[in-house]
């Protein structure tokens, strides 16, 4: 996965559409469901026609195929546990900060970054380029990143899958409010995309070429990076160290699915609408195994290229040459007017939510037109009525939520854990689910024990 290609068209096209979907908007998406149907209070998300929901999940489409990313994806696409140290949203007293401050700056506050060891260097490039993307910006690290850098120089444990899960949600959330157009990560969504056989889905309907992917390569670390960060004096390359590569990886049997739609008839006329859609043309002469297809590689500047200069082809004037040339073409040529971009303003998130209100407010007004039989009107009072209780109702959920956490913080505080470290959160949260399976399976057992005393007490009466 380290040397592979990177999808660009996939990566893009996933990115447009991208949505985080936290715990709060499965909630409220149950609760529009029940304010739609009351009769739907008490019932699982199935019966309510909703999609199962487990944990933070980032939502959007590929060539048309809908698709859903999860720890549990991103864990098995870098072949790494899911488990481990993660801390977030730390503040200036943590007590690990005095651990990286020994650790990493060797006790002096004021030591540089680029004056640390070459091994925390080297795990500093791989935090910033790898797991935490920046695209620009200030070269101090954050707390959070601090954290992170002193449990890799430490050898401590981290959870990896968690950490890029974070970063992607934060580096979605921010291209959705306009502050952000880097996209991190393109080589691993690349990898998620291949392990979940969405370029099976693509090559199936003619739209795995290089043409219609836009596959590229990207720079790797390796012993030329030590050189040029003076960790190592010399580089000798070798024939076994790694390139760049335009091969896919090999296919896993167990990876976790990314899309729920099992019909390939289906999925072939999603990728079909989309290619039509989006004036994509499908190449009728694709091969059909994965290692043949062509894939693009950046371009190099060749032999024959520096030759053909040589002899006499055109090159680039210098800047003296064309402030020049450009001053006796306007002496000579009329007054050109010079056109201005017009750019459009970018949406603020304060216009998302008035659109929103706007589209809620519609849905309000037709709810009378959608939700009553001819046998039965709704008179205002009864809409009043409806409404007093359905706010009661999420009044009511809202306590039993605030409720819930202040007994789990309380009862963590009375055993001397914090709340915010989540590895511990993951390991109570272990215990617990062991907890409960040992006690189904204490019940399963008696009940069947106590089901077979009856039967004996009536063989033993038989005789």
Request: with cysteine.
């Amino acid at each position: 996965m380290l040397n592979g290609p990177t999808y660009v068209t996939l990566v893009k096209d996933f990115w447009a559409k991208a949505e985080v979907y936290y715990v709060e908007a499965a909630l409220a998406e149950e609760d529009e469901a029940m304010i739609r149907n009351p009769c739907l209070r008490g019932k699982t998300r199935q019966e309510m026609g909703l999609k199962s929901f487990r944990q933070t999940e980032i939502r959007s489409t590929v060539m048309g195929i809908p698709i859903t990313i999860t720890k549990e994806v991103i864990a098995k696409a870098c072949r790494v546990a899911t488990n481990g140290r993660f801390i977030w949203n730390a503040n200036r007293n943590h007590p690990f900060l005095e651990s990286y401050k020994g650790v990493v700056l060797k006790g002096n506050s004021s030591t540089k970054l680029g004056d640390i060891d070459g091994q925390h260097r080297m795990l500093l490039k791989f935090m910033t380029e790898c797991f935490f993307q920046k695209g620009g910006g200030s070269d101090q690290p954050s707390i959070d990143h601090k954290l992170v850098l002193y449990f890799l120089a430490s050898f401590n444990k981290i959870n990896l899958p968690r950490y890029i899960m974070h970063h992607l949600c934060w580096a979605i959330n921010e291209g959705i409010r306009s502050k952000r157009k880097q996209i991190p990560c393109g080589r691993l969504l690349s990898e998620i995309f291949s392990q979940g056989k969405i370029l099976e889905i693509l090559r199936r309907n003619n739209l795995a070429s290089d043409q219609v992917l836009k596959t590229k390569t990207r720079k790797m670390i390796n012993g030329k990076t030590l050189q040029n960060m003076k960790i190592i004096k010399k580089f000798s390359p070798n024939e076994k160290d790694l390139k760049e590569s335009t091969a896919p990886t090999k296919l896993m049997t167990d990876f976790p699915p990314i899309y729920q739609e099992k019909n390939s008839e289906a999925l072939a006329k999603l990728v079909a609408d989309y290619a039509k859609e989006s004036d994509i043309r499908m190449d009728t002469e694709a091969p059909a195994a994965a290692a043949e297809v062509p894939l693009q590689v950046r371009w190099k500047r060749t032999a024959s290229d520096a030759g053909s200069e040589a002899k006499g082809a055109q090159t680039k004037k210098s800047m003296k040459d064309t402030s020049d040339a450009s001053a006796t073409d306007i002496c000579s040529s009329p007054l050109l007017k010079r056109k201005r971009r017009r750019y459009a303003p970018p949406v603020t998130s304060q216009e998302k939510l008035e659109e929103a209100r706007k589209e809620r407010a519609k849905e309000m007004r037709t709810f009378k037109e959608k939700y009553e039989t001819p046998g039965f009107v709704m008179t205002p009072e009864e809409a009043k009525k409806a409404q007093k209780q359905i706010e009661e109702m999420l009044a009511e959920r809202r306590k039993e939520k605030a409720a819930i956490k202040a007994a789990r913080d309380e009862k963590l505080q009375s055993i001397g854990i914090d709340a915010s470290d989540d590895y511990f959160m993951e390991k109570l949260a272990e215990v617990r689910r062991i907890a409960g399976s040992i006690e189904k399976q204490v019940v399963k057992e008696a009940a069947e024990m106590l089901e077979q005393i009856p039967e004996a007490s009536i063989a033993d009466n038989s005789f």
